[in-house]
């Protein structure tokens, strides 16, 4: 889990660092020659690598697909910090314990 965390992070910091030299408009079209990828697709590693790239994932284990979830922008920010610190105190963050600390209703 650790490994994938981290690879979802580094394919995010990619795709941010090409779509900086892309010319405008042409992100979607690279991204479907290259990958046969959706921008939708590209977002989610974007968006984790954005809300994410600071943390240690050799410390912690968040899947990836609970990355996904905690890095949307409707997650509120006091559901990935309670996710970060669950983790760090060595609980294991799966998509199904992201999307119940997502929830609105949790707070």
């Keep these: ?9 580094e394919i995010g910091q990619k795709l941010i660092e090409v779509r ?13 020659a290259e990958f046969n990828w959706s921008v939708s697709a590209a977002t989610k590693f974007i968006q984790v690598a954005e809300q994410f790239s600071c943390v240690n994932f050799t410390q912690v ?18 559901a990935r910090q309670e996710a970060l610190e669950r983790a760090s105190q060595g609980e294991i963050i799966t998509h199904a314990l992201a999307k119940q600390i997502q929830l609105p209703s949790h707070y």
């Design 1 to 9: 889990m650790r490994r994938s965390a981290q690879d979802v992070i």
């Design 20 to 32: 900086g030299q892309i010319e405008y408009g042409n992100f979607r079209k690279w991204l479907k």
């Design 61 to 78: 284990e968040i899947a990836a697909s609970a990355l996904y979830l905690l890095a949307a922008p409707s997650t509120p920010e006091e």
